[in-house]
């Protein structure tokens, strides 16, 4: 990736920051590079030109950033983000102990605005995000052993997120599938971050109760969970090469080609992708 | 038809071996062998059809003939009529009836039914019961071209590879390559091994 190519990346990144500022100040503090990737792949496939500004940055104190300035891209993905980061905060309240759940009780009520803000946007998303997530519930409660029954709400919701993107129906169907494999693809890696924690505390963790993980030590674990994640990059890619004339490629590209497959990589080698995926891509030396 | 040039994403001045090059390119991303039964297999398809078209015209305008050397043709499936309607709503994008259909049949389950299971999961994405059914596919029939395909198709990219990755890079496990910690550090060791042996590298330190 050229410097000039990751340089958007970040300006992506920070004009999403900005925007969310405008559906709540908390809202700023959920953002991810999951998020960055979807308000990118929106500016692709919609050919948005949009100019970079540079400014002085609230997280980095004074130091001037670049960032894009508002489009729809950016606004369809600061609402997507709210609507998605408002069920996950619910969710951890209903059935996580200790620390996540305290600090998602902080964070539930100033959320609540941007998220009804959000809603009124794309009522649908907010209620195919709300079904999704009670889905969700359910196969952790039940203690589901399939990894694809699992992964299958957070990739729904994705999917239905990613088909947004595009009016053109084959354009919507090719993006509703990457969408569904690019958050089963989230789903997993989360599994897989939190795999040694689970393991040790006996919480819930689909890719522990896979077939053939009886009684088996974490690195048989990780090796089988392997499969999942490069069957669904392996599909994902046969998904992205039906979408042409995309702008913004090589980033685009980066991301797909590299940047998942080395989180996928580091995550295997049970190394931790710490907090919500906040660093910036040059910190980690990688995209997502 | 829209300019066949574009179609192959060359221009009109390149040479054949160039238009040869990008079809074939092109034609790695869109064949059926590679995309498989999901459920985007129809624009796949006709992706791979108008590339067909695009190079065949420009093949006919340069010289009057020259097929393409992989056209792809739709193979016709045997088997019962029951399972062609399962098929058929798989093609449909109906899985729901498809699957439903599926598990009514309680005898027999042979290799198409496991084949048929495994292209349900796999349209919907759960791509690990996909690979499950697909191999059980092949195991009860092991000759069958149309299961082999769908499991290797998977099992490539079981192995990494993913559809339209050129990254010169290769190995993804190291994004940088051999980047400059991993230079020094070659270096250093190397300095360390010359001088046990008496000698020198790196003469500063």
């Known amino acids: 990736m050229k410097i000039c190519d990751y340089e958007l990346y970040k300006a992506v990144y920070c004009g999403l920051c ?25 500016m692709a496939v919609n050919k948005t030109v949009t100019e970079i500004r540079r400014e002085p940055c609230m997280a980095h104190a004074i130091k001037k950033t670049s960032y894009v300035c508002h489009s729809d891209a950016l606004q369809f993905t600061a609402a997507a983000e709210c609507i998605s980061v408002y069920h996950k905060i619910k969710d951890d309240i209903e059935d996580d102990g200790g620390i996540k759940r305290l600090s998602a009780k902080t964070l539930f009520v100033p959320m609540k605005k941007p998220y009804e803000k959000a809603k009124k946007f794309y009522p649908d998303l907010a209620k195919i995000t709300e079904e999704n997530m009670s889905l969700q519930h359910k196969t952790e409660s039940g203690k589901c052993p399939s990894v694809d029954r699992a992964a299958e709400p957070t990739a729904a919701i994705m999917s239905a997120m990613a088909a947004r993107i595009s009016d053109n129906p084959e354009k919507k169907r090719i993006l509703a599938r990457m969408g569904y494999l690019l958050g089963r693809f989230i789903y997993l890696a989360d599994a897989l971050d939190d795999v040694e924690k689970d393991f040790r505390s006996g919480n819930y963790n689909p890719l522990l109760l896979q077939e053939g993980c009886e009684n088996c030590n974490l690195e048989n674990i990780r ?13 994902l890619s046969n ?14 590209d980066n991301v797909i080609y590299m940047g998942l497959p080395y989180v996928a990589e580091k995550l295997l080698r ?5 907090g919500p995926r906040k660093h910036s891509p040059a910190e980690r030396n990688e995209i997502i | 038809m829209s300019d066949p040039y574009r179609v192959l994403g060359v221009s009109p001045t390149a040479t054949d071996d160039e238009i040869r090059e990008a079809y074939r390119n092109l034609a790695a991303k869109y064949h059926p062998d590679v995309q498989g039964k ?14 067909n078209e695009a190079y065949d015209k420009i093949m006919d305008m340069r010289r009057g003939g020259g097929k393409p050397s992989s056209e792809y043709t739709q193979q016709s499936h ?10 058929r709503q798989i093609q449909l994008g109906n899985l729901a009836i498809a699957d439903d259909m599926l598990e009514r049949i309680d005898v027999d389950r042979n290799a198409e039914w496991s084949f048929l299971k495994g292209s349900v999961c796999y349209a919907r994405g759960w791509l690990n019961d996909a690979y499950h059914f697909f191999s059980n596919a092949v195991k009860l029939s092991p000759d069958n071209p149309e299961y082999r395909a769908a499991l290797s198709n998977m099992n490539s990219a079981k192995e990494g590879k993913m559809n339209g990755d050129n990254s010169p890079y290769g ?3 190291r994004l940088c390559g ?12 190397a300095d360390c091994c010359c001088e046990c042996m008496g000698g020198d590298l790196i003469p500063c330190c």
Request: net charge negative; proline share 2%.
């Open chain 2, 38 to 51: 999901g459920p985007l297999a129809d624009i796949a398809q006709s992706k791979m059809q108008e590339l």
């Open chain 1, 223 to 235: 090796k089988i969970a392997r499969d999942s994640i490069y069957f669904t990059l392996g599909e």
């Open chain 1, 270 to 274: 049970g190394e931790k992708i710490s």
């Open chain 1, 18 to 42: 900005k925007e969310l500022a405008s559906f709540g100040i908390a809202s700023r503090m959920t953002l991810s590079y999951d998020f960055a990737f979807l308000a990118l792949l929106y």
């Open chain 1, 239 to 252: 998904a992205y090469v039906l979408l042409d004339d995309l702008m913004y490629k090589p980033i685009i």
């Open chain 2, 78 to 87: 045997g088997g019962s009529s029951l399972f062609a309607e399962i098929r």
């Open chain 2, 171 to 173: 190995d993804k496990t």
């Open chain 2, 178 to 189: 051999a980047g400059i910690c991993d230079t020094c550090q070659l270096l250093i060791c």
